[in-house]
């Protein structure tokens, strides 16, 4: 296997506006070697990318990126070769796909105030069983007409920081560690160094991860503000956490692109010993 590899991506089972299949056209269209099926809160998407995979070459690593909190800011923790049917996780990722709805259905009440919208047009955007999120309230609020596409909405409308927001329940950063390792899982810190995440992971909270079983650290990430990277690169040698690059492609949600950063073939061998969940489908 040679070529590069993107450890985060995202189809429209969460918030990406490509099915499955064609997250893996895609990457082969960018020229990886293996692309990560990274889903919010949900790991449906994995049997339909695998079997697009088949015959082409194509690696796909099976993950998912849990979304927790700490101190009220958003921290993603994305975990590689899960048990998809390991119960507490599924207790964990059903319970927040629910709250989520819920949430997104108390965003969707206030922004109607102001821009009309309803819920069955958020509904219809997400699609049957898809993790529903500010993303496809944006959708909603484009196909109105209100903004021209989702970066302006959440500038304008859906910023954590408006008065338009809602949290959903989420477990903490240290939870959704246990239970990713509990899976058989590979726990790595999603793009800590983002506006979302405020800040709040310290060191102290770091080693606290690290204890639980955190793995790895994602680093080369468009999110990562740069005044970060001088920190984070110091916690991930202090600790010999694995150091991952990735896209984070969204499709035409973000402006993302498969491949925009990569990860080096001895981290991905790394976390391929270190998962026992599940194994990556080599197409
Ligand atoms: P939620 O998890 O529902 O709070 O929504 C957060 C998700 O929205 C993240 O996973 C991002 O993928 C997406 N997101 C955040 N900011 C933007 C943006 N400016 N444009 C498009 N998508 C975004
Ligand atoms: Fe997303
Ligand atoms: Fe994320
Ligand atoms: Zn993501």
């Known amino acids: 296997m040679s070529g590069p590899i993107d450890l985060h991506a995202h189809t429209n089972v969460s918030d990406g506006t490509e099915s499955p299949e064609q997250l893996v056209a895609d990457a082969l269209d960018a ?4 692309v990560a099926i990274t889903d919010h809160d949900s790991t ?27 101190d009220g800011a958003s921290v993603h923790l ?43 047009e958020v509904l219809a955007v997400a699609g049957e069983g898809a993790t529903v999120g500010r993303p496809h309230i944006a959708d909603a609020l484009v196909a109105r007409g209100h903004v021209p596409d989702r970066s302006t909405a959440f500038r304008e409308i859906l910023h954590f920081r408006g008065r338009y927001y809602v949290s959903h329940e989420a477990p903490s950063p240290l939870e959704g560690v246990r239970r990713i390792v509990d899976a058989g899982g590979v726990p790595v810190l999603a793009h800590p160094g983002g506006r979302a995440a405020r800040g709040v992971l310290d060191g102290r909270r770091i080693r606290e991860l690290v204890d639980a079983g955190l793995a790895g650290i994602e680093i080369d990430h468009r999110d990562n503000l740069v005044r970060t990277l001088p920190r984070l690169r110091m916690a991930a040698k202090r600790h010999g956490l694995l150091v991952t690059g990735s896209s984070d492609y969204h499709g035409a949600g973000k402006p993302n692109r498969l491949g925009e950063h990569t990860t080096d073939p001895e981290v991905y061998a790394a976390i391929v010993e270190r998962g026992t969940g599940s194994r990556p489908f080599r197409g």
């Open 31 to 34: 020229g990886l070697a293996v």
């Open 44 to 70: 449906a998407g994995w049997s339909r990318a695998f079997a697009a995979a088949e015959g082409t070459g194509l690696t796909v690593l099976p993950g998912m990126e849990l979304s927790t909190r700490l």
């Open 78 to 120: 994305l975990g590689y070769l899960v048990d998809p049917d390991d119960p507490a996780l599924l207790e964990l990722t059903e319970g927040l796909r629910a709250s989520r709805v819920d949430r997104a259905k108390r965003m969707v009440e206030r922004i109607a105030a102001d821009y009309p919208v309803d819920w069955e």
